[in-house]
């Protein structure tokens, strides 16, 4: 695209909008200018409708393919103000429920006051012929509604900010939204509106706030904590604190730690010295790792030695299971029933899952009432379907739900109203973060059993903390380790290669045989083909294996072998554009009936029902996978089904969405699939480690490609050094212990 120099004002009135992206108010519209032409102009219009005047400064440019166009940078929009024109822009659907019939009518009974009317006096609208006084308020709301967005969406891309912004700023705030962000910028970059701290301070600097303005000053310690967090940081060290903020905004390192004080006298912030460290944490975090430590330090001294015949419940137990137990699982059912508290950990094949069923045989013949849950909707799924036994997610069984201004989460079940159990049993515990900890051990009972599984080898919680393996660090809890291979038998090399590279060693990746392959392709793009390949053509024709039984997995989401990319392949070839197929276009994707996708953080309100309407429920949890089945531009809303959940989403939370043909190995921690295929090209060393590819081998149950490098998956064995996260759980556990 060339641009010719001038910067020019163009006016004029709207005539058609093209194309308009809802997330980030890209539009392209027909403008009628003033003297007659009818140009091409692109820009950011949000909600831009036909029949509105506007005066855009830009420049012309010359596309390639579309042309000339004029690139507005600014603008300034009006509303139609003549009856002709404002029917114009009714019959155009600018507002909800309002086509060209009723915009005939209600142009007919009130002329040039129309907008007038429907803005300030609705209750009019129902003496309009087929117009009740509920539509009428229906019309009314929904345009003042939008009137109020589009002055706040205007306000927030004056000063060269997403939208999108707007949108959510609006959501939490509504008509009081543009006061809220006059008065502090730096709600922008709170996790509701989920803005950078960048955006924010463009912003405030923008209404002329000070360089070192205290609340600017105050706004970016805050922010380092809330996105350290972000990374796995429970806290940070003072005076890295005080650095990274200085860093970030241009002050000394002496004024920030001053203003980090003044956070402390206002208990915005929380600091102690531990271990030798000065940490300062956001308030709720520091609550949840005291409280967490305070917990598991009680638990772990309990004791139940006296209260049955050991031996004689384990040979009954065999028994039952058919199955005779080994040492290491003999010890950890021991542990099991003598403790209040205890972690099981082991890597894949060794036996959690028939440990698993033990305990639960066990606590039910103690007449324990015993709880299953896990971090994510398909490790439940998955612990349901291995102990014949009904789990739940945590946040399902904690009955998570937003508070009522839906700025936090809340959970139902905590010390006032405890959960009903004598025992819970957690599994895939390492995903387990420090808040979701603290929340399940606010509303166990003070006697009820608590058995955590996992495999402390994978990756950590993506949230704050590092709780399953501080418990076993701390030497203070009850462990139970498990070592020998039983699943799939030994002969599996999935399993004996996640154990060599467990262990550091380098597996032979060229010996292509049993359940593990490996296609050598040097070069990103032909790995991209292979995989597009593997999952639409060769596993299902070759193998049986259909793509909705199929991963793709890759450590990143960037470049070309990222899942972003993949995606985008992978959608080309399982789920083409087809006349018959409904899209959605948001942001740089496009939604299609029948793309795999999955729910990418909380939602504890969107609702969902089944497809017989027997079952409904709230709630959405990240990293759930589902099926878009249907597109309804007509109410803007689309459905997704969740492993027959079937849960409907407007068009403005399609920011909640991903495909999921392709998932970064993070997104699939706590799940595993039939066949995984693993992109390996070069990426961020941070990205590219031996837990990463750890992770990534033992999702797959049956058959496991690797498509790439060797050398790459060498480098990622040999990079041990995990980015180290500040937390302190393990030095407070063994403090209270008296360790």
């Known amino acids: 695209m060339d641009q010719e120099l001038d910067y020019q004002e163009l006016t004029g009135t709207i005539e058609t909008v093209i194309f308009q992206n809802e997330e980030n108010g890209y539009t392209v519209l027909r403008l009628r200018a003033d003297s007659g032409e009818l140009v091409t102009v692109v820009g950011c219009f949000p909600f831009a409708a036909p029949g509105e005047s506007v005066i855009a400064g830009g420049a012309w440019m010359n596309h390639a393919v579309h042309g000339r166009q004029f690139k507005a940078d600014a603008s300034q929009r009006f509303l139609p103000s003549t ?94 939204a543009m006061d809220a962000l006059r008065e502090n910028p730096y709600l922008l970059c709170s996790s509701l509106i989920g803005g950078t701290f960048r955006e924010a301070d463009e912003m405030a600097l923008g209404l002329g706030m000070g360089g070192s303005d205290k609340n600017r000053v105050g706004a970016a310690i805050l922010f380092e904590l809330a996105h350290n967090s972000g990374n796995g940081h429970c806290f940070i060290p003072r005076e890295k604190l005080a650095a990274v903020t200085a860093e970030l905004i241009g002050v000394e390192p002496e004024d920030a730690d001053a203003r980090i004080e003044e956070l402390i006298d206002e208990r915005q912030l929380r600091y102690e010295e531990i271990a030798g460290v000065r940490a300062c944490y956001l308030p709720e975090l520091y609550e949840a790792e005291t409280h967490a430590a305070e917990s598991f330090a009680r638990m772990s001294r309990r004791r139940f030695s006296d209260r049955f015949d050991t031996e004689k419940l384990l040979k009954k137990i065999e028994v039952q299971q058919r199955i005779s137990y080994d040492p290491d699982q003999r010890s950890t059912l021991e542990l099991a029933l003598k403790n209040q508290l205890m972690a099981l950990t082991g890597g894949p094949g060794t036996g959690k899952t028939t440990c698993i069923r033990a305990i639960l045989a066990m606590f039910d013949e ?30 399902r069984l904690l009955g998570a739900k937003f508070d009522e201004q839906g700025d936090r989460v809340v959970f139902t079940k905590n010390e006032s109203d405890r959960l009903s159990c004598d025992a819970v049993i957690l599994d895939e515990c390492s995903m387990v973060d420090i808040l979701l900890m603290d929340a399940l051990l606010k509303a166990l009972p003070p006697d009820s059993r608590l058995v955590l599984v996992g495999d402390a080898d994978q990756l950590p919680s993506v949230g704050p903390g590092n709780v399953f393996s501080a418990l076993i660090r701390s030497k203070a809890v009850a462990v139970g380790f498990l070592s020998l291979i039983y699943r799939q038998g030994e002969g599996s090399r999935i399993l004996r290669n996640a154990h060599m590279i467990r262990d550091g060693e380098h597996p032979d990746f060229s010996e292509n045989a049993g359940d593990f392959f490996r296609l050598k392709r040097l070069e990103a793009g032909s790995a991209v083909e292979t995989i597009t390949e593997l999952v639409s053509v060769r596993l299902p024709n070759k193998m049986h294996i259909p793509p909705e039984e199929i991963q793709v997995l890759s ?185």
């Not at 003496?127 to 205007?154: C, H, P, T, Y």
């Not at 942001?587 to 029902?609: S, T």
């Open 83 to 176: 009856a002709p024109a404002i029917y114009q822009f009714l019959a155009g659907g600018a507002i909800k429920g309002v086509g060209p019939a009723t915009a005939s009518l209600i142009v007919d009974r009130f002329g040039d006051q129309t907008l007038d009317v429907i803005l300030n006096r609705g209750e009019e609208l129902a003496s309009v012929r087929g117009i009740s006084a509920a539509k009428a308020r229906q019309i009314s709301g929904s345009f003042r509604e939008q009137a109020g967005l589009r002055m706040l969406m205007e306000f927030v891309c004056s000063f060269g900010l997403r939208p999108i912004l707007a949108l959510r700023a609006y959501k939490y705030y509504g008509d009081k």
């Open 366 to 395: 103690l007449g324990l009432k015993t709880l299953l849950c896990a971090p994510t909707g398909r490790a439940a799924k998955r612990m349901t379907e291995v102990t014949g036994r009904e789990a739940a997610t945590i946040h």
């Open 555 to 739: 450590p990143t989401r960037k470049g070309e072998t990222g899942t972003v990319n993949l995606n985008r392949k992978l959608q080309e070839a399982l789920n083409p554009q087809s006349p018959e197929k409904r899209e959605k276009p948001f942001g740089d994707a496009i939604f299609r009936e029948g793309d795999r996708v999955m729910q990418i953080r909380n939602n504890y309100d969107i609702l969902w029902k089944n497809e017989n309407n027997t079952e409904a429920g709230a709630g959405i949890y990240n990293g759930d996978m589902g099926v878009l089945r249907r597109i309804d531009p007509e109410n803007d809303t689309l459905t997704v089904d969740f492993d027959g959940r079937l849960a409907s989403y407007g068009f403005d939370a399609l920011n909640e969405l991903e495909h999921a043909w392709a998932v970064t190995v993070h997104k699939a921690q706590g799940s595993e699939y039939r066949a995984v295929i693993l992109a390996l090209s070069s990426g961020a060393q941070t990205l590219m480690t031996k837990a990463v590819l750890y992770t990534a081998v033992t999702r797959a149950k049956e058959l496991l490609i690797l498509v790439g490098d060797d050398a790459v998956a060498h480098r990622m064995i040999d990079n041990v050094r995990q980015t180290r996260r500040y937390t302190a759980l393990r030095v407070r556990i063994r403090q209270l212990c008296g360790l």
